[in-house]
């Protein structure tokens, strides 16, 4: 019992100097475990329909747009190289004056169908959407907030016009809610004072109600992406960050909440100071993938991952030259990348202040598009296969069928599958076309695909049929639940 003081002791005294990193994924036995009250609500992964259904469409759409998209990362002459939707911050721009924007917002050639049609194009099955970014314009009438699509030139409810085009097409929405706000003056960064103290109070109840407001007036919504929520006024609150899952929960049964969110009672974030998962889903991928070798502690967890085409820009920015655009090729390995791990992956776009997309984006969206009709049963409703990366590319699967996905065809012209134990290959088919191809198995629990002699210019999905004794121990099923 004195050891396990101790040690409850010193990890508290870790989380207190920071030594413990916000991202604490490393579960503690059960006997070290430290009583939290704004810890993970629910442990392993969720396995309602609506979870099911946030799992299984696996491929989606960002939607930056605010008034960032109107200097479009220039600010008096000068153009900055950060994300756009920062330029306030870069420029060093006073919210008074940066809120002006708003008599310039009119976006003329802005039409949710228009949207909507291109979104089930490229293939996605749900889109998230920036209700209100860190700068506090929000693209739907709040009465809470005098900065809103109401107060422009363009008066109409823009988030509204995008839920029902995105739903008549099918495609979930999400909803990104920024809490950080740099146009309400009630906002702290830090907890330093009894007027701090009660500002920041004050600013949780206007964050409450905006809230409840979006989920009264949209109840199709069918998740909450949080950002800006690193700050230490909110590490210190983390009985709010429990609060607003659970009141978000009530009022729209079956939504789905991501870990950026959430706080515990230490401050640790995404993970709980006992390791658990807060929230639904971690969203701490934001540009990067955890590596399909030495990560796969993360198929035990749903997460979503969220990219960028240029190499930070989320938000509208004119000059794209200014850093390394990705090839929709080197988007849709990312995509495959994450699926593949058991992740979903969510691709941004910013539009323009007109209401248009840029052509690289509508191109992306065409080639990706173009895929995903002819090999998205290999992403869909797909996961972890629990088979070891290949160097030709990635495994999904999807029950007793495996999907191998090929981005580096082998000089020999044969693939390399390597299976667990108790792991039958029984055929090999390729999905465009519907060829059979010759397996061969070589050694025990390692098989040979021969491909088609003739050249292939894009990646392509070989599909095979398994068969599976039962194993314990079995990595594939141990990430299913």
Same mark, same amino acid.
Not at 202 to 220: G, M, S
Not at 254 to 280: C, E, K
């Given at each position: 019992? %004195?050891?396990?003081?101790?040690?409850?002791?010193?990890?508290?005294?870790?989380?207190?100097?920071?030594?413990?990193?916000?991202?604490?994924?490393?579960?503690?036995?059960?006997?070290?475990?430290?009583?939290?009250?704004?810890?993970?609500?629910?442990?392993?992964?969720?396995?309602?329909?609506?979870?099911?259904?946030?799992?299984?469409?696996?491929?989606?759409?960002?939607?930056?747009?605010?008034?960032?998209?109107?200097?479009?990362?220039?600010?008096?002459?000068?153009?900055?190289?950060?994300?756009?939707?920062?330029?306030?911050?870069?420029?060093?721009?006073?919210?008074?004056?940066?809120?002006? @924007?708003?008599?310039?917002?009119?976006?003329?050639?802005?039409?949710?169908?228009?949207?909507?049609?291109?979104?089930?194009?490229?293939?996605? %099955?749900y889109v998230k959407i920036t209700t209100k970014h860190h700068e506090?314009?929000?693209?739907?009438?709040?009465?809470?907030?005098?900065?809103?699509?109401?107060?422009?030139?363009?008066?109409?409810?823009?988030?509204?016009?995008?839920?029902?085009?995105?739903?008549?097409?099918?495609?979930?929405?999400?909803?990104?809610?920024?809490?950080?706000?740099?146009?309400?003056?009630?906002?702290?960064?830090?907890?330093?004072?009894?007027?701090?103290?009660?500002?920041?109070?004050?600013?949780?109840?206007?964050?409450?109600?905006?809230?409840?407001? @979006?989920?009264?007036?949209?109840?199709?919504? %069918?998740?909450?992406?949080?950002?800006?929520?690193?700050?230490?006024?909110?590490?210190?609150?983390?009985?709010?960050?429990?609060?607003?899952?659970?009141? @978000?929960?009530?009022?729209?049964?079956?939504?789905?909440?991501?870990?950026?969110?959430?706080?515990?009672?230490?401050?640790?974030?995404?993970?709980?100071?006992?390791?658990?998962?807060?929230?639904?889903?971690?969203?701490?991928?934001?540009?990067?993938?955890?590596?399909?070798?030495?990560?796969?502690?993360?198929?035990?967890?749903?997460?979503?991952?969220?990219?960028?085409?240029?190499?930070?820009?989320?938000?509208?920015?004119?000059?794209?030259?200014?850093?390394?655009?990705?090839?929709?090729?080197?988007?849709?390995?990312?995509?495959?990348?994450?699926?593949?791990?058991?992740?979903?992956?969510?691709?941004?776009?910013?539009?323009?202040?007109?209401?248009?997309?840029?052509?690289?984006?509508?191109?992306?969206?065409?080639?990706?598009?173009?895929?995903?009709?002819?090999?998205?049963?290999?992403?869909?409703?797909?996961?972890?296969?629990?088979?070891?990366?290949?160097?030709?590319?990635?495994?999904?699967?999807?029950?007793?069928?495996?999907?191998?996905?090929?981005?580096?065809?082998?000089?020999?012209?044969?693939?390399?599958?390597?299976?667990?134990?108790?792991?039958?290959?029984?055929?090999?088919?390729?999905?465009?076309?519907?060829?059979?191809?010759?397996?061969?198995?070589?050694?025990?629990?390692?098989?040979?695909?021969?491909?088609?002699?003739?050249?292939?210019?894009?990646?392509?999905?070989?599909?095979?049929?398994?068969?599976?004794?039962?194993?314990?121990?079995?990595?594939?099923?141990?990430?299913?639940?």
């Amino acid at each position: 019992m %004195k050891n396990k003081f101790l040690s409850i002791f010193f990890f508290l005294t870790l989380c207190a100097t920071g030594v413990v990193a916000q991202k604490q994924s490393q579960v503690l036995p059960a006997d070290l475990e430290i009583p939290l009250r704004y810890g993970a609500e629910r442990l392993g992964k969720r396995q309602d329909a609506a979870m099911r259904k946030f799992r299984d469409n696996r491929f989606g759409a960002f939607i930056h747009w605010g008034l960032y998209a109107i200097p479009g990362g220039e600010w008096n002459g000068k153009i900055y190289s950060g994300a756009a939707e920062w330029l306030k911050a870069w420029a060093k721009v006073p919210a008074d004056e940066w809120l002006k @924007l708003m008599d310039q917002w009119n976006p003329t050639k802005f039409n949710a169908k228009e949207w909507a049609k291109m979104a089930k194009k490229m293939g996605v %099955k749900y889109v998230k959407i920036t209700t209100k970014h860190h700068e506090g314009f929000c693209l739907w009438p709040s009465k809470y907030s005098q900065y809103t699509v109401a107060q422009t030139p363009y008066k109409k409810d823009i988030l509204g016009e995008l839920v029902k085009a995105y739903n008549d097409e099918g495609i979930d929405v999400h909803f990104y809610f920024s809490v950080m706000d740099w146009s309400n003056p009630d906002y702290r960064y830090d907890i330093r004072s009894e007027e701090d103290s009660v500002a920041f109070n004050r600013f949780l109840t206007f964050t409450d109600n905006q809230l409840k407001e @979006l989920a009264i007036r949209y109840p199709t919504v %069918k998740d909450f992406w949080f950002d800006g929520t690193w700050d230490t006024s909110i590490k210190k609150n983390g009985w709010w960050t429990a609060h607003v899952e659970r009141m @978000l929960k009530e009022m729209l049964p079956g939504v789905t909440i991501n870990s950026r969110l959430r706080a515990d009672d230490y401050g640790q974030r995404h993970f709980d100071s006992n390791g658990h998962l807060m929230g639904d889903y971690e969203s701490a991928y934001e540009r990067r993938l955890p590596d399909p070798v030495k990560d796969l502690k993360v198929t035990r967890w749903d997460w979503e991952a969220c990219m960028t085409i240029p190499e930070n820009q989320w938000g509208y920015h004119k000059d794209w030259s200014i850093s390394y655009v990705k090839t929709p090729l080197e988007v849709l390995e990312r995509i495959v990348h994450a699926v593949s791990m058991g992740g979903n992956m969510v691709v941004n776009f910013g539009p323009q202040a007109d209401g248009d997309f840029r052509p690289e984006e509508k191109e992306l969206a065409e080639t990706v598009g173009s895929w995903m009709k002819k090999y998205g049963e290999s992403i869909y409703g797909c996961g972890y296969s629990g088979l070891p990366k290949q160097d030709w590319g990635y495994y999904t699967r999807k029950g007793d069928e495996i999907y191998m996905i090929v981005f580096n065809v082998p000089y020999s012209g044969k693939l390399v599958v390597r299976t667990t134990k108790g792991l039958q290959l029984l055929n090999a088919i390729m999905m465009d076309g519907g060829r059979e191809l010759e397996v061969a198995e070589t050694t025990n629990n390692e098989y040979n695909v021969s491909l088609p002699s003739q050249k292939l210019g894009e990646p392509f999905v070989v599909k095979l049929k398994v068969t599976e004794k039962a194993d314990k121990g079995n990595k594939y099923k141990d990430a299913l639940t």
